[in-house]
T-cell receptor, first 115, second 111 residues
Framework: GAGVSQSPSNKVTEKGKDVELRCDPI?????LYWYRQSLGQGLEFLIY????????KSGLPSDRFSAERTGGSVSTLTIQRTQQEDSAVYLC?????????????FGPGTRLTVL | RKEVEQDPGPFNVPEGATVAFNCTYS??????FFWYRQDCRKEPKLLMS???SGNEDGRFTAQLNRASQYISLLIRDSKLSDSATYLC????????????FGQGTELSVKP
């Protein structure tokens, strides 16, 4: 079956522009997670959704970052006024339910480069 | 200090070697433990969960010591296809499944 998909796969933008990253989770998965992976920082949690609500936004680095999920499915991560330090691979993952031991399935990521 | 620490690596080993990865975690509220594998420029994939009693999956053995807050992964008879970065991952009780990743240890298996 289809896995987690993300778009675009690559995004190059100029500093100060806004970007939107999209994640399409596995059908039926109620939990959705955003992480980012940058050189020297490893993989770090950004936000997760249970259905359409986001109980934990603690990992969002600044108020320039926001995310939403509609219809319990697709999620978008928006970065406003991008900065060079936002350059990273943004990974989305989904799991069947929000439980500690549930396997998370990752998408291929969006590689964001801010010039 | 990072919440999850791993051997910095990289590990370069010949085919057939046994290789061990070590990991420590600092938060005693950590509840579930995993090893993920990440190939170059690909997404992470679950290799195995780690249970208190230790668990084995073919050539892979994972151990957990809650008292020492230590996790290990042993790969026996390593193959060229085992070359990847191995990520030690934990999550904390009642944190909605949010994963905390170690920096990863790169493994290169040579012919």
């Amino acid at each position: 079956g289809a896995g987690v998909s993300q778009s675009p796969s690559n995004k190059v933008t100029e500093k100060g522009k806004d970007v939107e990253l999209r994640c399409d989770p596995i059908s039926g998965h109620t939990a959705l997670y955003w992480y980012r992976q940058s050189l020297g920082q490893g993989l770090e949690f950004l936000i997760y959704f249970q259905g359409n609500s986001a109980p934990d936004k603690s990992g969002l680095p600044s108020d320039r970052f926001s995310a939403e999920r509609t219809g319990g499915s697709v999620s978008t991560l928006t970065i406003q006024r991008t900065q060079q330090e936002d350059s990273a691979v943004y990974l989305c993952a989904s799991s069947l339910r929000v439980l500690d031991y549930n396997e998370q399935f990752f998408g291929p990521g969006t590689r964001l480069t801010v010039l | 200090r990072k919440e999850v620490e791993q051997d910095p690596g990289p590990f370069n080993v010949p085919e057939g070697a046994t290789v061990a990865f070590n990991c420590t975690y600092s938060n005693s509220a950590s509840q579930s433990f995993f090893w993920y594998r990440q190939d170059c420029r690909k997404e992470p994939k679950l290799l195995m969960s780690v249970y208190s009693s230790g668990n084995e999956d073919g050539r892979f053995t994972a151990q957990l010591n809650r008292a020492s807050q230590y996790i290990s992964l042993l790969i026996r008879d390593s193959k060229l296809s085992d070359s990847a970065t191995y990520l030690c991952v934990v999550n904390r009780r009642n944190q909605g499944g949010k994963l905390i990743f170690g920096q990863g240890t790169e493994l290169s298996v040579k012919p």
